[in-house]
């Protein structure tokens, strides 16, 4: 478990419809995504997703962690295209970029 506590941290979610007719939908209908984000530094410290498969949400932990939220969501669509080639890629950029909006939102 990570700790929080040095930092001046928040934790945001986001959510997002996964398409129907992708076998990923069959499973859930919903992907769920939480950050956790220092917001000194607006980089991503920490994030989970609603998978059933702990390695997928594993895999997209560690493309996100240390990835800056200040800019919008550039770098981490950029990432999550190239090497997140799973059904549903869409879907988790969207519980993704909702998240980080909520968390602009709040911030300002």
Do not use: N, W
């Not at 478990?1 to 040095?6: E, K, P, Q, R």
């Not at 220092?38 to 989970?48: E, G, T």
């Not at 950029?93 to 998240?99: G, M, P, S, T, V």
């Amino acid at each position: 478990m990570a700790d929080h506590a040095g930092k001046k941290t928040v934790l945001t979610a986001g959510f997002a419809q996964i398409p129907k007719g992708t076998s990923l939908y069959e499973v859930s209908t919903m992907i769920g995504c939480v950050l956790i984000i220092d917001m000194d530094h607006d980089v991503i410290c920490d994030a989970s997703f609603t998978f059933v498969m702990d390695k997928t949400s594993e895999f997209l932990v560690a493309l996100l962690i240390g990835k800056s939220v200040a800019g919008g969501m550039q770098e981490i669509t950029q990432v999550v295209q190239e090497r997140f080639l799973a059904p549903g890629q869409g879907a988790v950029l969207q519980a993704i970029r909702a998240a980080v909006e909520r968390y602009h939102e709040k911030k300002m």
